[in-house]
């Protein structure tokens, strides 16, 4: 048990331990955030044997049972997709924009296709089906029913969430989209060196990476933490303050402005030299005469400007508030930095985006998709459809819609418009806010909760009058406040059908045991 294993060995020994694969990544990680030690035989990093089965075996075949005793034994672990690996969970371009409250496309995929199993006894939807989504989100739905052959029509409110929607499921000239990005690029180097950013922040990281030697040294400051050796929260302010003189100096050597005013979103969370380089690639943006292209660009110029917001890192999903100096970051465990440039993440996911471009080219299927930034509803989906043209109209006027694939918002949960407000600043679009369903602003209480009832049966009511006469509908929810037997009720429909699944990977700090039911409606007889 004290066998000193290599991380190759070590990986493929945790492998057949678990009987999941373990990966040299996660070993690795295991070291660094100081869950097992690390040795060094023969210059070779080992672990120990011991170790791995002792971190294993401390919750090995536990965590199932341990959510069917919080969340019931009705619990479908199968859904859970516990299996899949983050890069599985967020392929191709479901990852082309960060969005807060998509499901993943595995669910999607689990009723969509052909296949049935001990919960699923039977088949929903078949290729050349079209399916609808009346709270498209991001267009997970979308894109998974092109994977399957499926023709997709969203509706959103929120005009934002209908532009990431449609830049996933488009076909683009991949030449020009990676002339456009290069050509971008090289432009946004030569601006970034004009603002004499990159001086300050070389000189800046190089200070920071001496301190946090000295103060953070890793594993070992991590395992401290991790072993309650050190009272993190105190130890962290108290080197925050220690470092700040240093930030503060080199911000005037460097003639950088540190001051933010609060006029506008913009001006409250960027700090000016991030706001120059936005702004100049937005103006390069605009003269791109492709719509389409232009419209996948500035997706790119959001995601990277998201990522580049005054806040820590670990506040990156809800913002609190803005932070415009170094400080201590809860999960790096060390001093971290704002930025000041955008540069490096319009790099990173510009370079991003064309590769996963290029990876869904290869699997789009010839079926059509649409997002339409209206109100479900109130909108005329006949009239959406036909005006699209080509198989979907065709296929709409033989066989109508098959059924409907959605997430509503849940009730007082999220403000979708503000989550993406930088991008409706700067691109300038119009806000409905006050047409969002659920919404954070509106609150939970029992008069919130029954508008919520109103505003999806509403939804669904304006729906059915465009889907096929046995029509499927499976609607993603966390009812806590039981409103959905209410929703069918409203709506003419009845839940003939329910699945209750854990939800694993949450981005929210709250890590507690948490499900949600997929019910399934048919009309009311």
Not at 16 to 39: A, C, H, M, P, W
Not at 260 to 278: C, G, Q
Not at 497 to 512: G, H, S, Y
Request: charged share 30%; glycine share 4%.
């Amino acid at each position: 048990m004290n066998n000193l294993l290599t991380i190759a060995e070590a990986s493929a020994f945790a492998s057949q331990l678990i009987g999941k694969l373990v990966t040299e990544s996660n070993i690795s990680y295991l070291i660094q955030y100081g869950r097992i030690d690390k040795f060094v035989n023969d210059g070779v990093i080992c672990v120990q044997q011991g170790q791995l089965v002792s971190y294993y075996e401390s919750f090995r075949g536990k965590k199932e049972i341990e959510w069917k005793n919080k969340l019931g034994n009705d619990i479908n672990w199968e859904l859970s997709f516990d299996g899949y690996k983050e890069s599985e969970t967020t392929k191709h371009v479901h990852r082309l924009h960060p969005y807060k409250g998509k499901y993943i496309p595995q669910l999607v995929e689990y009723f969509l296709d052909e296949h049935t199993d001990s919960f699923k006894k039977e088949i929903y939807f078949h290729p050349g089906d079209i399916v609808i989504d009346p709270f498209c989100g991001s267009g997970t739905t979308l894109v998974q029913a092109n994977e399957l052959g499926m023709h997709a029509v969203g509706f959103e409110i929120s005009a934002y969430n209908a532009q990431i929607s449609n830049a996933k499921i488009r076909r683009y000239d991949i030449a020009m989209l990676k002339k456009y990005v290069d050509g971008i690029t090289i432009r946004l180097q030569k601006f970034e060196a004009e603002l004499n950013v990159s001086a300050f922040e070389q000189e800046l990281l190089a200070e920071l990476y001496k301190f946090n030697t000295k103060y953070f040294p890793s594993p070992d400051f991590k395992k401290k933490v991790y072993t309650k050796q050190i009272i993190e929260k105190e130890y962290g302010r108290e080197k925050e303050k220690e470092f700040l003189p240093n930030f503060i100096r080199l911000a005037k050597k460097h003639q950088i402005s540190l001051d933010v005013t609060s006029e506008s979103f913009l001006e409250r969370w960027y700090f000016e030299t991030a706001r120059k380089e936005i702004y100049y690639v937005n103006s390069l943006i605009e003269k791109v005469e492709n719509s389409e292209l232009k419209e996948l660009l500035q997706v790119i110029l959001s995601r990277t400007m998201r990522s580049c917001r005054a806040t820590t890192h670990s506040d990156l999903a809800t913002l609190i508030e803005p932070v415009y100096t170094t400080y201590y970051c809860t999960k790096h465990k060390k001093i971290c930095k704002p930025l000041f440039s955008i540069l490096k993440w319009w790099k990173t996911y510009s370079k991003d985006t064309v590769k996963r471009i290029e990876q869904f080219a290869k699997i789009n299927t010839n079926t059509m998709q649409k997002c339409f930034a209206e109100n479900s509803a109130t909108v005329d989906i006949e009239r959406c459809i036909l005006g699209m043209g080509g198989v979907i109209a065709s296929t709409y006027r033989e066989k109508k819609i098959k059924g409907i694939f959605c997430s509503p918002p849940y009730v007082g949960l999220i403000d979708y418009h503000e989550q993406h407000a930088y991008a409706y600043e700067l691109y300038g679009l119009d806000r409905r806010d006050d047409l969002e369903i659920g919404s954070m602003q509106k609150g939970s209480t029992k008069l919130a909760q029954q508008a919520y009832v109103e505003g999806v049966s509403s939804v669904l009511l304006n729906c059915k009058k465009y889907l096929t006469e046995d029509y499927e509908v499976f609607i993603v929810a966390n009812d806590k406040f039981g409103l959905y037997q209410e929703i069918a009720e409203k709506a003419g429909m009845t839940v003939v059908e329910q699945f209750k699944r854990p939800v694993l990977n949450r981005t929210e700090k709250d890590k507690n045991a948490y499900s949600e039911t997929i019910f399934r409606m048919k009309e009311k007889k």
